[in-house]
């Protein structure tokens, strides 16, 4: 059983708007959980400024500068001490040599701990304070470079759920810094997920560079090709739909010259019909017109008599 459990912070009045994707934070939760134990990594993406025109009651103009951050993709390592020694000294050699041409899209890094409290330990601030001072950024300041800490507990059942005794309860943590001067300050980040378009702005975010360990899904669609696709390359159920409209349409024909001669045969019964109607009030007609004839030729005689 796997329990998420969200740290929510307003943001300072000085933070930075910070936003990604559903679907990407759930991919990095996803890696991490499958990491064989702590990991760590570098988090990608484009800082995006803003001026906007402000009118207050106490100054009728203004500008009112905002910074976006926009987190497009991640780079993971599934154990610690990739980038730096014991005592949280960067190798920034090695991490261009492990980030090549993605170094200049870095905007933070992420650690991960197992079993351990949600908060920031002396080698993390010493690291990030040393990566902030050596990493090349040409889109962002130092201060805006993020952190993030993801934790995971596991947690004891409780015996109101007898029924899952045996199944723990992975918990997992995560919260995202920034540094304000000497301290980490706590970032809300919004989540945008897919869905009316015309109530989320998921269109107003930059293109979003998947990580490169998703080639598992198009190594797992072409393993199972065979289930979906025939040996002319049609989709199989594509061709199996068409193949079931051609039977229906078959099988609705004969029943469509049925109801065409069934309306023509209406038609000729109601023409019929409406003939005999016709002759019918014709004759009633001559009837009435002879009975009143007779009564008017013998009204005289039985008035003499």
Known sequence: ILKFDTLLIL???CAMAVSTTGSLLSSLVFKLKNAPGDAEGFLLGEVQRQ???RITDSQST???EQQRTFIQSFVCFQQKYNFYD????????????????QLKQVIGWFSYRRNSSHRISLREKAIHRRLMEGLPRSHSRA???LFALVTEQTLQQSPVHSTLEK???HSTEYSFFQWIGTLP????VNVVNLRASAAVPYHTLPLTHLPSSLHHYSKALEERKSDF???EGYMAQASATEKLYRAMIARLEPLHSELARTRASVVTLGSEVSRLQEEVNSIREESEGESEGAGVVGGPEDAEG
């Not at 300050?185 to 809300?188: A, F, G, K, L, T």
């Open 11 to 13: 943001p300072l009045p």
């Open 51 to 53: 001026s906007m025109a």
């Open 62 to 64: 203004g500008t009112l």
């Open 86 to 101: 014991h005592c949280g000294k960067p190798d920034f050699e090695k991490i261009e040599t492990l980030l090549g041409s």
């Open 143 to 145: 201060r805006d470079f």
């Open 167 to 169: 199944s723990p309860v």
């Open 185 to 188: 300050q706590p970032v809300q």
């Open 229 to 231: 696709v025939d040996s």
